[in-house]
């Protein structure tokens, strides 16, 4: 483990999630590609010791790299290829259905952010009439019988 | 067996209609039978028990106990059900919809609230609690086309639910301080200290919510929009007791701790005062007996709620009296509301011929709620003064008043009531704002239809004249809460005393009220409304509401990138703090070699530059050049597995990202706010300071050994392999790779069927490029 590269791989996750809070998709893909280097760099890193491949016979007494962590950082290399694959195809959607690979906001979301006072939920009509028809008792109003007849 | 058949017929008994009530019948008559052969072993001071394990894992069982005090309760659940069942054959129109189902309802309510009763531990007694609410609710909400029964049901079901909830931490308070959720352990040795007050009030406060205490009495009234039926068994005989019930069980053992008899006795008494002064108010006779119901339960929380062997034995009385009267004061008026098609007392009053059954049956009940002698109501009322004119317990004199009070102002709704349902209303005196036409005189009920009001009118009546019939009864129910109340014998004449003279002064005072009712209306539309608990529970739910709505606009805007964003600062954040507080080790040296200065060259100086060129191919090829970089730095590390790896999908990546960019606009081109940029930069930079300090403190703090230690020495005897990253792969680690080729098979089957679609999409858009116009563009620029 150097500094050197320590230093590469917090920058890989800077950069990667400079693009990542970004609208575009494809800026968007380019990002989760360097995030998913810097944590493959970050698992073999931490994996700690630097030493010959882990090959069974073929050493001769050196020391001998960590094969967890390489291991593990196969299967996320394999996975960041699927997970890319598969928003690359997104992106392709995106761009036949609007023309662009721009991440619009949820509409649904922003009108109920938007129209907060406006927002009128069944059970509140429903309390909103009870208490209506309460203080109409309490006034005086009619009080109907609630069966139809025999 | 209860809970079985009222499932039964919800799910059957839609072809029953009308009939289904009479199979629901049978059911608490079974069980009646049941409690009538056992009744004489059990007021003998015999316990049945019952027992099945739930939960053995938490210890949890259902014990079902029935003493004395339990089979008075059972013995009125299932007598009552039994009528109301009749009853509601009678009530309802042949044809209506849904009557199977508000048959099953009922029973499954019964069954719920034979369990309240019979539960022998808090947890039990916790789940038929919570049945029974949620049956309420159904129950009320039964007609469900209208808005305000849905809204009042809601109203009830949120009220006692949120009784009930507090009931239950309640509950765990005091059995985890006792060791037990037995109730009979509990009331051998009753848990003190300021955890079990606690836990009290907390029960209370379910107690009183259910029960309708003030100030949660508001959904009691609303849930009178329930068919009579209904709120003749539930919401005055039996389920608004329950409150009563816990109370009652656990007086005698509580009541000298903490703060519960102030407590029990101040609410008890505000709520019998304003429940009767409510009452008052009233031109709806089933809202009449509504609030009559809220202040009767302000009166028998008061009796229970004291805990004195005398108030115990004053309070069973009255329980019993209490569902007689109350219950069969509703079947009339269900009666009159279903010949009349009206229950305003404004309008009622003429009747034909054929009417004097349901008249002397309800001049009866109303005569016993108020307490007038030769009924059983006089009696339960004479023992209550009796319980508290002796003192004994501090504040004595105020309940006594304060029960005086309400006793007067039960006489004068009472009053209102049967003067109003049956007397006509002389033209003139009205108060102008009533404009309610006097209808003409309704047919006259068929005696099967007032049967069963008739039937409950005559036990009040004889239970009246002859309470030693009760006694046997009532005692071993007060001495299965309280061993120390002495044999009750309950008796029509107890001579001259204090209670008699109170008596006196009570039908005094209350016959004033009736007789001047006209200035009483006048008074009481001049003072304002008392504290209302329906506009406390109106704003809180309005509150709640908004307070949502701002909550989910505020953390939901919709935007991808701020989501991001917070997941990223909340990763970053929270281990970030365990983090700081870690020792920091000494720094591993700048490099190990030339082959860092290469690789750490090829990964910065790709990376920034993916990050900041305009061009989408040029991003896409900085990016694989970060892949080399990668490649090569996994050879440093004695990994060549991965180098080949990394090629191999580099390379593979670059031709899909080629494939899709042909058809993307070249440049990126957006124009960020400064916030937002300045927001992204600051994350960024961030995350990057992150994981650089986590990554040196994470190698310089290692312990132990690594796992793998013992993969090299394994590999080969018992993987099979040389190449110990592939025998992790495929047999240590086999079902994760096998996740892994899921996942890459699930993503191959998204991509495969996004492009297929708009292959076909294509097509379709090419045979109907005339009639789509604009939508086909991004096609043509293909």
């Known amino acids: ?150 | 067996m209860h809970a079985a058949l009222g499932l039964a017929l919800l799910a059957g008994g839609r072809r029953l209609g009308r009939r289904s009530f009479l199979v629901a019948a049978l059911s608490p008559a079974a069980a009646l039978a049941w409690a009538v052969a056992h009744a004489g072993g059990i007021v003998d001071g015999d316990v049945i028990h019952a027992s099945q394990t739930w939960v053995p894992a938490l210890h949890l069982s259902l014990d079902l106990r029935i003493d004395g005090f339990s089979l008075l309760l059972v013995l009125l659940v299932t007598g009552i059900g039994l009528l109301v069942q009749l009853y509601a054959s009678q009530y309802f129109a042949a044809g209506r919809a849904g009557l199977h189902r508000l048959a099953g309802l009922l029973l499954v309510f019964t069954a719920a609230m034979l369990g309240v009763v019979t539960a022998a531990n808090l947890l039990a007694l916790y789940v038929a609690w919570e049945l029974t609410s949620v049956t309420s609710y159904l129950l009320i909400g039964w007609t469900d086309e209208d808005p305000k029964a849905r809204a009042s049901a809601l109203q009830a079901l949120l009220t006692t639910g949120a009784g009930g909830l507090a009931m239950l931490g309640g509950f765990v308070l005091i059995g985890q301080s006792a060791g037990t959720y037995d109730l009979a352990a509990l009331a051998a040795r009753p848990p003190t200290g300021t955890t079990v007050s606690v836990g009290l009030v907390l029960v209370l406060v379910g107690a009183f919510t259910k029960s309708a205490q003030f100030p949660f009495s508001a959904w009691l009234p609303g849930a009178m929009v329930a068919p009579t039926p209904v709120s003749a068994f539930l919401h005055s005989a039996t389920m608004v007791k329950a409150g009563v019930y816990l109370i009652a069980r656990l007086a005698p053992v509580f009541a000298d701790q903490g703060i519960w008899r102030p407590l029990v006795l101040s609410v008890g008494l505000v709520t019998m005062l304003t429940g009767g002064w409510r009452a008052l108010r009233q031109h709806d006779l089933k809202r009449i007996l509504a609030f009559g119901t809220v202040s009767q339960l302000g009166f028998l929380v008061v009796l229970f709620g004291v805990g004195t062997p005398e108030a115990t034995e004053a309070g069973v009385v009255l329980l019993l009296a209490h569902a007689l009267f109350k219950a069969c004061l509703f079947l009339v008026v269900g009666v009159i509301d279903h010949q009349a098609h009206t229950r305003d007392i404004r309008a009622l009053g003429r009747y034909g011929p054929g009417w004097l059954g349901p008249k002397v049956v309800a001049v009866a009940a109303g005569a016993s709620m108020a307490g007038i002698p030769l009924l059983f109501g006089f009696v339960a009322k004479e023992s209550a003064y009796d319980a508290f004119a002796h003192g004994g317990v501090t504040g004595s004199g105020v309940v006594l008043a304060g029960l005086v009070a309400g006793s007067v102002l039960t006489f004068a709704y009472t009053g209102r009531l049967l003067l109003g349902a049956f007397v006509p209303t002389r033209p003139g005196s009205a108060p102008a704002s009533g404009a309610v036409a006097p209808i003409e005189p309704p047919p006259a009920p068929a005696l099967a239809f007032w049967a069963p009001a008739a039937l409950l009118g005559t036990l009040t009546l004889v239970l009246g004249l002859v309470p030693g019939l009760a006694s046997g009864l009532v005692s071993s129910a007060a001495d299965s809460l309280d061993p120390g109340v002495h044999p009750v014998h309950l008796a029509l004449w107890h001579g001259v005393g204090r209670p008699l003279v109170l008596s006196g002064l009570t039908l005094a005072l209350g016959a004033l009220l009736v007789a001047g009712r006209v200035a009483v209306a006048r008074v009481q539309s001049r003072v304002p409304h008392p504290v209302d608990g329906d506009a406390a529970y109106l704003g809180l739910v309005r509150g709640l509401n908004r307070v949502a709505d701002r909550v989910t606009g505020f953390v939901q805007p919709g935007s991808l990138p701020v989501y991001t964003g917070v997941i990223l600062l909340t990763a970053v954040v929270v281990p970030g703090f365990a983090l700081l507080r870690s020792p920091f080790p000494d720094l591993p040296p700048l490099a190990t070699g030339p082959g860092d200065w290469a690789a750490a060259g090829l990964l910065i100086v790709g990376g920034v530059a993916a990050t900041v060129v305009r061009e989408r191919m040029a991003a896409v090829l900085c990016l694989g050049a970060v892949g080399y970089g990668m490649a090569l730095v996994f050879v440093l590390q004695g990994a060549p597995d991965l180098a080949l790896t990394q090629v191999c999908i580099d390379t593979l990546g670059a031709v899909v990202f080629v494939l899709v960019l042909r058809h993307l606009p070249k440049r990126f081109n957006e124009r960020p706010t400064v916030i937002g940029r300045t927001a992204r930069l600051v994350i960024s930079a961030l995350v990057g300071v992150f994981v650089f300090v986590f990554i040196v403190v994470a190698v310089g703090v290692r312990v132990e050994p690594p796992v793998s230690t013992a993969f090299i020495d394994r590999a080969l005897t018992e993987g099979g392999g040389r190449n110990v990253v592939n025998v992790v792969i495929v047999d240590i680690r086999g079902f994760d790779t096998m996740g892994e080729i899921t996942v890459l098979a699930v993503a191959a089957i998204g991509v495969y069927s996004l492009a297929r679609l708009s292959r076909r999409e294509g097509r379709e858009l090419r045979s109907f490029a005339p009639l789509r116009g604009p939508s086909s563009k991004p096609q043509d620029q293909r």
């Open chain 1, 1 to 150: 483990m150097s500094l050197l590269l320590a230093f590469s791989t917090a920058l890989l996750f800077s950069l990667g999630t400079y693009l990542l809070l970004q609208r575009r998709l494809s800026r968007l893909i380019v990002g989760l590609g360097l995030m998913g280097h810097g944590a493959n760099l970050l698992l073999l890193l931490s994996g700690g010791r630097r030493g010959v491949a882990p090959f069974i016979g073929a050493t001769k007494g050196e020391r001998v790299a960590d094969p967890m962590p390489q291991a593990l950082a196969l299967t996320a290399i394999v996975i960041s290829f699927g997970v890319t694959a598969f928003l690359l195809a997104l992106a392709f959607r995106s761009w036949q259905l609007t023309g662009d690979d721009l991440v619009e906001d949820d509409v649904e979301d922003r009108r109920i952010a938007g129209a907060l006072a406006a927002l009128a939920d069944e059970e509140v009509a429903d309390i909103e009439a009870m208490a209506a028809a309460g203080a109409d008792a309490e006034a005086g109003g009619p009080a109907l019988g609630e069966e139809d007849g025999p």
